[in-house]
């Protein structure tokens, strides 16, 4: 049996989600319809048009704000002589919810992929050169992912940078905290290896 040609639609909207199969649509879909009421999914629909109409990328960092700058960079006590490049806003939220980063962020919006057409003119490249120029800046944290398009952007921010008197460094990947090496696989192992430090 088809479902209406409404909640078809709904369905479909819904998998356009990151992860979300068909079936996992269609519960939602049907949570929607049969078990919100009236005003709660007119609250779920005036949440998703506000929440489209406010967010905004901010125009130093490229983090996720609703104001004219995000907080972060208004906040008079981070610590301004480091700014830590990110892939997404999401990796800055799980960074900050670990609460040990204080300086400024930066985020690309993505990752270099010369084979999926992104090279660096639809990253947000452009808007970190004139902040690497500051004089308080004194160090750039690359914290792109441990994938073959995040090396690639952190090899490029690099290389741009070679010639600047900043310390640029790449976060440490390795053996989570509580793992046993033994479940660990022989990449995680050798980067872990390989970002050994004295203690």
């Given at each position: 049996?088809?479902?209406?040609?409404?909640?078809?639609?709904?369905?479909?909207?819904?998998?356009?989600?990151?992860?979300?199969?068909?079936?996992?649509?269609?519960?939602?879909?049907?949570?929607?319809?049969?078990?919100?009421?009236?005003?709660?999914?007119?609250?779920?629909?005036?949440?998703?048009?506000?929440?489209?109409?406010?967010?905004?990328?901010?125009?130093?960092?490229g983090?996720?704000?609703?104001?004219?700058?995000?907080?972060?960079?208004?906040?008079?006590?981070?610590?301004?002589?480091?700014?830590?490049?990110?892939?997404?806003?999401?990796?800055?939220?799980?960074?900050?919810?670990a609460?040990?980063?204080?300086?400024?962020?930066?985020?690309?919006?993505?990752?270099?992929?010369?084979?999926?057409?992104?090279?660096?003119?639809?990253?947000?490249?452009?808007?970190?050169?004139?902040?690497?120029?500051?004089?308080?800046?004194?160090?750039?944290?690359?914290?792109?992912?441990?994938?073959?398009?995040?090396?690639?952007?952190?090899?490029?921010?690099?290389?741009?940078?070679?010639?600047?008197?900043?310390?640029?460094?790449?976060?440490?990947?390795?053996?989570?905290?509580?793992?046993?090496?033994?479940?660990?696989d022989?990449?995680?192992?050798?980067?872990?290896?390989?970002?050994?430090?004295?203690?």
């Open positions: 049996m088809r479902f209406p040609q409404s909640l078809e639609a709904l369905i479909t909207e819904f998998m356009k989600y990151p992860g979300i199969g068909r079936k996992t649509a269609e519960r939602f879909a049907l949570f929607t319809i049969h078990r919100m009421d009236g005003e709660s999914a007119q609250a779920f629909a005036a949440a998703l048009q506000n929440a489209k109409a406010a967010i905004h990328t901010c125009p130093t960092c983090h996720l704000t609703d104001a004219e700058r995000c907080e972060i960079c208004v906040d008079p006590l981070r610590d301004g002589t480091r700014i830590l490049v990110v892939e997404s806003a999401k990796d800055v939220f799980s960074i900050e919810k609460g040990d980063y204080r300086g400024l962020y930066h985020v690309l919006n993505g990752a270099l992929s010369p084979i999926n057409g992104i090279g660096p003119e639809e990253l947000n490249l452009k808007a970190l050169w004139p902040r690497v120029q500051d004089e308080h800046v004194k160090e750039i944290i690359v914290a792109t992912g441990a994938t073959q398009e995040g090396e690639a952007t952190a090899m490029y921010i690099r290389r741009i940078l070679k010639d600047t008197d900043l310390l640029v460094t790449r976060i440490a990947y390795g053996v989570p905290v509580g793992a046993n090496l033994e479940f660990a022989d990449a995680t192992l050798a980067k872990a290896i390989q970002n050994r430090r004295s203690f």
